[in-house]
């Protein structure tokens, strides 16, 4: 299959993710010129066989690059990273919450965080070794193993209630959230070191989240 009869068969699926990207349809038709001249310098006219997905993550760096290059934040929610679950679902904290549960269940804690910065906080590799003070090839390894478990474990489950019997777990979610609301990478990280205990750094939230809130008022 040649390019342009690859790209009119995607461009209607990427589009779509170009509009979740971008929330915007000045900018998500932009998104895709940029996508198509991005692609076409790769693969030239020749014969291949490509997916929507190699589409979609060529727009995905190409909006992650331009944000960054104007010094926005790119905290957004990736709906296809964060398994197709609805834009408002970071705003909402009751569905965050419920498929934070359920990635609690089936990926270790350092795998869900490093999913977390890497799919939906569109952090780097190199920015994730940073946060997390460990070795780019640990970063690597556990990201690729918790995709692996997303796709096997729980993506054929969204629908599924999860409930969190232990507290540990019941804070760590609600930190989780937190963090991705607040696009807190700093947050996130530190629910992987050891000194403090998940219910210290609850602690900690909580006070500065008051804090802030003390401040507005008075502002």
Known sequence: MHFNESWQQHQSSLRKACLLFTQNYHDAEDLMQATWLK??????????????????????????????????????????????????????TSELTCLLNLLVTHLTTKQLIMFLLADVTYCSLAEIAQLTQTSLGAVKASLFRARQNVDRYVRGQLDKDVELADEESILRVQLYVQALQSGDHQLLSQLLNEQLSVATLYAISQQSLGQSATIYMCA
């Not at 020749?46 to 790119?74: G, M």
């Open 39 to 92: 692609a076409y310098q790769r693969l030239g006219d020749k014969e291949f066989t490509v997916s929507t997905a190699y589409f979609t993550t060529i727009a995905k760096h190409l909006w992650i690059d331009q944000r960054r290059r104007k010094n926005l934040p790119c905290t957004n929610i990736d709906q296809e990273a964060l398994l197709q679950i609805p834009s408002r679902a970071v705003s909402d």
